[in-house]
């Protein structure tokens, strides 16, 4: 079976952060892989001199990573409370955590195989490249649908932060809100 073209989203900033000009857009383009992982491709367009962005790491588990600039994805079965959610810093550092429900039964999740994350920076753009493996996938509960909420926290040079999301439900950013969790996309068929 052929794999779906790629699929490619806009994230809106939270209408509470306020506009400083920094961030023109942010897009994000979803595909599958020969392999039948999840690739996603964020896109920073804007002045990245104002971005704060995190240094170059060894590409490894790290905590907290959502507190400064960093690219999230929250994956859930069709009809689950479980999600994973998944924190990829420009530095090439990640964070996976699996939840029962929501923002209930927090624990990091051991993989087979650790998400592959690559970061290329430039004057006016920050592409992120994060692909997260079958296995973690699998371990999913659900049928043949996913359930995606897409989100970016970036931080500015002078500390502020503003957020983006496919949508934002409440009048606070809170990317765990499952109403959140709107991009549908059907399950590799290839498995």
Do not use: K
Request: contains cysteine; proline residues 8%; glycine residues 8%.
């Amino acid at each position: 079976m052929d794999r779906p073209a790629p699929r490619r989203v806009e994230l809106i900033r939270h209408t509470g952060t306020a506009r400083h000009g920094v961030v023109r857009r942010i897009d994000v383009e979803i595909a599958w892989t020969p392999d039948g992982a999840l690739q996603l491709r964020y896109f920073v367009d804007g002045d990245v001199s104002r971005i704060a962005i995190p240094p170059p790491a060894v590409s490894c588990p790290q905590d907290g990573l959502w507190r400064h600039t960093c690219f999230e994805a929250f994956v859930a079965g069709e009809s689950s409370t479980a999600y994973c959610e998944f924190n990829f810093s420009p530095s090439t550092e990640w964070a996976v955590y699996g939840f029962t429900s929501y923002r209930e039964g927090m624990a990091p999740l051991v993989h087979t195989l650790a998400p592959r994350v690559a970061a290329s920076i430039t004057d006016d753009r920050i592409a992120l490249e994060a692909v997260i493996p079958r296995e973690t996938l699998l371990a999913l509960p659900g049928d043949s649908m996913l359930r995606l909420g897409l989100a970016a926290v970036i931080e500015r040079t002078d500390g502020g932060l503003s957020y983006w999301a496919l949508t934002h439900p409440g009048d606070r950013p809170d990317f765990h809100d499952p109403a959140g969790f709107v991009l549908q996309i059907e399950r590799n068929h290839s498995w």
